[in-house]
């Protein structure tokens, strides 16, 4: 089972910019998806942004054009970079990796999930 931790998450205002990593151990990390998700309070988890182990991205319709995915194989890593944060970015967000090869943003396809890391943003 892998284990996933993700780290950089903090207080920013808006506008600003934050880079979240995951690392990832103990399984099988080069061959699956990996996905970015978000869950705000009262809200449900939603998907953020996700890369196939080829290094094919997808966005949320939320992001797209400010966050960018990638992943170093090598290092068992994956970044999500966000840029032009806004308050309606504030949520916990998590990484996890997906049972499959192809990516989809369906939560259900990701069976490891890490602990979360809170990005706050204020205005």
């Known amino acids: 089972q892998v284990q996933l931790v993700e780290s950089g998450g903090g207080l920013v205002q808006a506008g600003g910019s934050l880079r979240l990593s995951c690392a990832a151990s103990g399984g099988t990390f080069g061959l699956f998806a990996m996905g970015w998700f978000r869950q705000a309070p009262g809200k449900d988890r939603e998907f953020v942004a996700g890369i196939t182990w080829r290094g094919s991205s997808s966005y949320g319709d939320s992001v797209k054009g400010r966050f960018t995915c990638s992943r170093d194989n090598a290092k068992n890593t994956v970044i999500l970079q966000m840029n032009s944060l806004t308050p309606e970015d504030t949520a916990v967000y998590y990484c996890?990796?997906?049972?499959?090869?192809?990516?989809?943003?369906?939560?259900?396809?990701?069976?490891?999930w890490g602990q979360g890391t809170q990005v706050t943003v204020s205005s």
């Open positions: 996890a990796r997906s049972h499959l090869v192809s990516l989809t943003g369906d939560p259900g396809a990701f069976g490891s």
